[in-house]
């Protein structure tokens, strides 16, 4: 199957700094990317739908200004938290679609840790 | 709009025992309806998924899920647990535009 690659896997930051996220789909064009979210045991919360060349699209409740998304390219979308606080800890996980209908690959995931 | 209902946030089973894990679904439009595991501190790897065509879908490490539309459930099940299958499980579906919507998640515990 298509791989989809996050990085860094884990980072460390000091509260008030902004830490940026990468995922990259390593072998076909991802026409939209997807962020998620996950709290301890708990499900992916839908964060933002990006594609390519437009604005991100954000779900409600997510704060556009905090959560930066830009999906520049066909196989790079970036979040950045900025002026990160110990509540933005989390695990943050991508997914990328090819626009093939059922078709969507995820990334590792990213565990935040905002001291 | 489309959800997903995980029943039993935790379930344990023996090691041999079947594994079920229940997931049941609402959608307006034809589903495409996912299972995915999801090992600590790891991204999602899809077991198995539905799209059309046969009801009885099998994936990969000897898991398999029925799709009925009757009931509008999509249930995982293993015939015998193995260890390595402790993880936490997630059943999706898909709506337009590859928007997936997750349930809760099923903790498995396999007891030796």
């Known amino acids: 199957g298509a791989v989809v690659s996050q990085h860094p896997s884990r980072v460390i930051c000091k509260s008030g700094t902004s830490v940026k996220i990468e995922c990259r789909s390593l072998d076909f064009q991802a026409t939209t990317m997807f962020w998620y979210r996950q709290f301890p045991k708990q499900s992916l919360m839908l964060m933002a739908t990006?594609?390519?060349?437009?604005?991100?699209?954000?779900e409600q409740g997510v704060e556009k200004d905090k959560f930066l998304i830009n999906h520049a390219s066909l196989t790079l979308s970036t979040l950045t938290v900025t002026s990160a606080h110990p509540e933005d800890s989390s695990f943050y996980i991508c997914?990328?679609?090819?626009?093939?209908?059922?078709?969507?690959?995820f990334g590792e995931g990213s565990r935040l840790t905002v001291l | 709009a489309q959800s997903v209902t995980q029943l039993g946030s935790h379930v344990s089973v023996s090691e041999g025992a079947l594994v079920l894990l229940r997931c049941n679904y609402s959608?307006?439009?034809?589903?495409?309806l996912f299972w995915y595991v999801q090992y600590p501190n790891q991204g999602l790897q899809l077991l198995l998924k539905y799209t059309t065509g046969a009801t009885l879908v099998k994936g990969i490490n000897g898991f398999e899920a029925e799709f009925k539309k009757s009931e509008t459930s999509f249930h995982l099940t293993k015939p015998s647990a193995h260890m390595s299958d402790a993880a936490e499980y997630f059943c999706?579906?898909?709506?337009?535009?590859?928007?997936?919507?997750f349930g809760t998640g099923t903790s498995l515990t396999v007891i030796p």
């Open positions: 997914s990328a679609s090819n626009d093939r209908a059922g078709e969507l690959f």
């Open positions: 959608s307006s439009v034809p589903p495409y």
């Open positions: 999706a579906v898909s709506g337009s535009g590859n928007q997936f919507y």
């Open positions: 990006s594609n390519e060349g437009s604005k991100a699209t954000y």
